[in-house]
């Protein structure tokens, strides 16, 4: 086996990954690239273990190893090998992803649930309030028909009470009187509670 299979069969085969980290920190993209080499199969394989879909494992790996040479100056050689701390990295973006994939998976349902509800929904609030209008008339012809006009003025038309009075040619009182009994027989008919 020559020099450089070994090498390639081998991530981090002596390869100094910690002051090659350092050199990254600084910029150096060559040795980024031998950082990159090292660690790249490693770094696909337990994404790939994660996400088990190939094409995100690829997506998610190029993610982690852009983060590697950003976040470079953040590496502590105290805290654990690069190895380590690029393949904790990488589980945390795999795991990450898993925990966005469902997250958007149970979105879609829901939307969907929502959308296969909201035709029924509609229709059932449509014969509602369809049949809250209609009893709405019959009650509002139960009232006499001074009610009737104050009430309807007042609720449809959105007139005052001062306006209602002046538009039926009747004392501010007396509208506030029919208004208010017509108010309390239609609450009866309708059988709204207070």
Known sequence: MTERARRNATPGYEVDLPGLMEKVAHGDREAYTRVFRALSAPVFGMIRRVLRDSAMSEEVAQEVLVEVWRTASRYDPGRGSVRSWVLTMAHR????????????????????????????????????????????????????????????LAYYEGLTYREVAQRLAQPLGTIKSRMRDGLTRLRDCLGVTA
């Open 93 to 152: 973006r795999a795991v990450d992803r898993v925990r966005a994939e469902q997250a958007a998976s149970a979105r879609e349902e829901r939307a969907a649930r929502m959308e296969r509800g909201a035709e029924f929904d509609e229709v059932a609030e449509e014969v509602e309030a369809r049949a809250d209008r209609d009893a709405v008339r019959r009650c509002l012809e139960g009232l006499t028909e001074l009610q009737r006009q104050s009430v309807t």
